[in-house]
């Protein structure tokens, strides 16, 4: 009798840390669970599991001499989300292997940070409180010079994939008119989530909070530049929530510096940021360390989107929660992989 | 023929801080205005207007003697937002006379900064802001080993007034289970928001995010006290937004520094706030200068809200936006009267 | 020691219409509850309780004098849901007595059965299936040569009380475009529910949709007719959910007869309607007996929400589920009373 | 130089039916244009254009021979709706060539339907306009003997595609429970939606309205049948708005007749409908000729949607609007061709 092997190959991810004990045991269920989560799993037992393979957790490499040598694979998930070139896509597609990942795990946690954020920048919460340690607070009205109210603020997004379209279900109740660049999508899309499509000056132009959801691609590195940040009003707001590389980072930095803007960003060009980097430094900037997504529930929905996606599949069925790789835009995406978790 | 005179006696607001030009045309048309914003109105004025006074906005003292030497009197719309003992409230119900105050103004943008501060306790923003400038940063996971999602948490609301409500449909989004304690409502009003209604005790035991929006009255002093820090789930975040009085403040203080829970607070027993107060050096409080309500926007709500109301009762119709005092609860109100906006 | 009477007078409900069990007991602990049922109460029996009578349910005569003989009295609580000419509400205000009435307990099913019968005129619901049973359906696009999608369809209010705000929720996911038309509210109440306040005129010649939710006063008798009906855009539809009496019926059934516009309504100027009356063949017109609002669980919610008023009440706490009577709008109402539930 | 074909064969559909002025603009910007819409394009014509041809909209054969010869061809575009076995779905797969339809345009106008028509067999619309007709109506209370509250009744849905989620969205106002059936979709996206995954007999049992949206495949037809409308609820309703094919439609009409539920139906196992066939006479049938998807704006949305999704195709980016083939769950799909729009 056959055997159904189910790869797990994992790292920088462990089991312990995407899987609750309850969605382990139906990873069991799938097959002969076989884990190497210390180190990348070593090519010798690759091989020797090739043969009975089904699926596939991680990020095995799987060129197409290894394909061949996996005729029942049904599937490859990756654990990391950001899909790499150390497979064969295009033989993938042909042969009928799912190639998925469900990094949309991480939107929901992003998107409320990034809604927490925006208050904060709007309304002055963390200066506020900074101000207050250093006994130079103001009260009522006098403590509300600078600030602005969300609501009903005019709102920018640039990128409206998974976590754009987050935010934007959070702040339905705060009827912000919503502006959105994203070239990858037709009108119609934007439309239906009751937002307008737009150009990128449109959205700097417009909008008093601008938040960044763009993936780095071949042709987007650095777009948002000197020229963009001038173009946005005095006082708005820009959060940086997907990568840094999107953004001429220095040049965001002099926008706030300068009192132009203020803002917040998730992500810097290097990371972690060194000691002495100026950054830390700088008001208006309210500083996270690539934190607001990894939170320990999107760790599990990392785990349990993978698994209900692979039982899908199992029984024939096309997986409904991972994002499949298109093999055309796979190879436009310039995303780092990440090294820990 | 007679004059209608519009009594405008502010303070401590003014005319500039709580109407737009355009709505301070609204009021120009209600009658004759005639206003004193620099002191209260002196007597003399007061008594030589009221026999063609139709409109007070303002707090000017209105005791039983006045009211009957205002026989065209319809309305007194209090702009400080606080119904106080200078007012013989049963002679104006008597009268028809409408006392009103549009308080409701400062709900929304107390209950958006709220929001942002919950969001800030549940996932760390203010912290880790703090951290990264002191150069002790923790990216992704090791940056949120105690930060939980906002989304989905268990929520308790004390006191569903106005300020309850609006924060109430900010998070419908986030689809929170909600608790809500208010002795002064029935179940239904509770449950047709979708919340339910539960004790006090309740409320502490099973939120893992407490808003405190209830009004001080002659009932409530310090009925947040300990006891009711002490059955708050570990972890857990307390906001308090509306009176420092109906909490044991020094308890609260404990509750945090001991690592029992998180929490922020608007308001504070004693503003403004010593120099040396040990307040300001309390980790895992976030601290703002009673600074959520008194935005820009929330000023000019309550002119407009007010001359809108104005106009309604000019035409012989009931206010519809504005609160009315009710005599019976007036007096159980202790809010303390605002001395500076 | 002192009675409390409950005085239940509720024709023409009874208690078993308006009381669940457990709300009736719910009752019983409010007082020594004495009811009379079967016809109104006799002079002699109410004049007997009054001494120690604090709560009334029903539409019993409250003129002066029995006021004055009732000097415990702390609400009147009308089941009927029309304030009627037969209490003396000043003197009910200057005791401080509360005269209430849970009449938006009906809001609720009206406006269910509202979007129902517009979705039912916009898409050809009732007539296509009058069609399938006469043998002459149309199939597929044939059979929508005049139906138009309700979402999306601009709809105008007129009246925008309890209905009309049941109804704007109830259409949300529709998105559609919202005019208001009610001369009693200021702007900033339907702006703040996402509709646009509008004359009269502006309603018909803009929605594609219109709904009349108007009460009855002595000022806008037969308000909408000829000219009104000839404003509306062709083929656009109509609804009548309150009262036949705001709109001129025979101008009405001539616009829809002539295929101008098409209708439904819940009301008639004289019901029951006459065995031979030619609306009952009017094409166009969807028919509803008076029947959208009286549905069990309405009347059910009346008890209810009156017992939980009485309850605040008694501790003396302000009613928050009735509406109260307005002694200066009160007398503009013409409702007429209802004989029969 | 060479040419962009785009090849236009879109029978039972017209151009003038799917695309309005404005969108016939955009495709005419996607290539030179060549249209057969009096009949299928002759395969003489398709031959001669294959080779420039880079986008067909239309239900074209195009088998293994034809897709060789079309080497430039980047998508097909289903505008029927229905997927059939006229093409070699693998080697589209395995050429890259998107094989996509805009099927999802008739679900708005389906489910707005479906609420109209569940409102109108919970309250008793389009009965009550019957009775009226024939003078025998009843009023108030007495009107509404067999009727329920669609507002809180739980809601059963069997299948979740775009119909589902559609209707999903349209009644959230109404706050029902929500249970959904459908085997292929993981309990996530049931529960994300905020509805319960159940069992069909879950479903039948605990739900007071039911709705089919199920396609129909080879492995459900008739799944609903005797035994399943015996576990439904007495008086509760059933909507069949999806395939005839999927329930047993005499056991549908025997449990209407009995009185044992009341239903609505779009779809009949053979239409159009025999003149004498009974079902015309069904008391407690709600009948419509299979119409409430066909409406003039969903024939649009298809043009749209299709112009939309070839617009990112020919910039080299993946559809957003249009559903993809997978060629393993297409080949499970049993719907019948329409012949006629």
């Given amino acids: 009798m056959k055997r159904n092997i ?11 840390l995407i899987m609750t004990p309850d969605v382990r045991r139906r990873l069991a269920q799938l097959g002969e669970v076989v884990v190497c989560e210390d180190r990348q799993m070593p090519a010798e037992q690759v091989e020797a599991l090739l043969p009975d393979t089904v699926l596939i957790f991680g990020q095995t490499d799987m060129p197409k001499e290894r ?11 990756n654990v990391e989300s950001n899909f790499l070139p150390n497979i064969d896509y295009q033989a993938c597609v042909e042969r009928g292997i799912w190639v998925i990942t469900p990094a949309s795990a ?4 992003v998107a409320e940070a990034a809604l927490g954020m925006a208050i904060d920048l709007a309304r002055g919460i963390t200066k ?24 009903g603020a005019p709102v920018g997004l640039i990128g409206f994939g998974d976590l754009g379209r987050q935010l934007r279900d959070l702040i339905r109740p705060f009827r912000n008119s919503v502006r959105v660049f994203d070239p990858w999508l037709p009108a119609e899309i934007v439309e239906r989530l009751d937002c307008m ?16 959801f763009a993936s780095v691609t071949s042709e987007n590195e ?24 999107v953004v001429d980072f220095p040049a965001m930095l002099e926008a706030v510096r300068s009192g132009h803007i203020r803002a917040a960003t998730d992500v810097f060009p290097d990371e972690p940021v060194a000691p002495d980097d ?4 700088v008001e208006g900037l309210l500083l996270s360390a690539h934190r607001t997504g990894g939170t320990r529930d999107a760790f599990y929905a990392l ?27 796979a190879s436009r995406l310039r995303s780092k992989p990440v090294s820990v978790s």
Same sequence: chains 1, 2, 3, 4.
């Fill in 303 to 329: 785990g349990s989107m993978a698994v209900a996606d692979a039982e899908l599949i199992m029984k024939g069925l096309p997986p409904q929660l991972c994002r499949r790789a298109d093999p055309a835009t």
């Fill in 278 to 281: 100026p950054v830390r430094k």
């Fill in 67 to 77: 394909l061949d040598r996996a005729p029942r694979l049904k599937a490859i998930i």
């Fill in 6 to 16: 189910v790869l797990v190959d994992p790292l920088p991810r462990t089991l312990d």
């Fill in 197 to 212: 499509p737009a150009s990128l000056d449109e959205v700097l132009c417009e909008s008093r909070v601008v938040f960044v």
């Fill in 222 to 245: 650095g777009f948002i530049g000197r020229r963009e940040f001038a173009m946005m009003q005095p006082g708005s707001a820009f959060l940086l929530m997907s990568r840094a590389a």
């Fill in 106 to 109: 991480f939107a929901p946690p």
């Fill in 128 to 151: 506020a409180d900074r101000q207050f340690r250093a006994g130079v607070e103001d009260y009522g009205l006098a403590g509300n010079g600078e600030t602005f109210r969300f609501a």
